[in-house]
């Protein structure tokens, strides 16, 4: 397995990590396989969206945190139910294939780390079978 540390700057912010995915993908040697995306945090997630017009991943931004706000009268006393939701419903992982050595992804996709609860160091795993 692989990780590399993401360091976000924003309370929720989407950060594109394809080329750290990608070289962690190169660094594995697997030229065909599968590559998992795993984020061990409960207020942060990974997904796999538009990489060309950056409106799109701040719509997603906006959109989720108008459906879940921070204070939405949560019981949890840490504050940041809203970073828990929404890291449950992006999710904790992505998996995408591999052929020649590189990730298989369509022309306008990227894969980002999504911060909910930030600014924080945060870790990304990556395994390659
Ligand atoms: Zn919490």
């Given amino acids: 397995m692989r990780q590399f540390e993401v360091e976000t700057g924003r309370r929720v912010q989407m950060l594109d990590i394809t080329v750290e995915v990608q070289a962690a993908v190169k660094d594995s040697g ?3 396989g599968v590559c998992h995306v795993f984020v061990p945090h409960t207020t942060a997630a990974v997904t796999i969206n538009e990489n060309a017009d950056p409106s799109v991943v701040s719509d997603m931004d906006s959109f ?59 870790k990304v795993y990556v395994k390659v079978v």
């Avoid at 050595?101 to 924080?120: A, K, N, S």
């Fill in 30 to 32: 697997v030229v065909s």
């Fill in 64 to 122: 989720l945190s108008k459906l879940i706000p921070q204070d939405a009268g949560f019981r949890h006393v840490e504050g940041n139910s809203d970073g828990h939701i929404k890291s449950s419903l992006v999710g904790a992982s992505e998996t995408v294939f591999v052929e020649n050595g590189h990730l298989v992804l369509g022309t306008w996709q990227g894969i980002y780390f999504c911060e909910f609860d930030g600014p924080r160091q945060r």
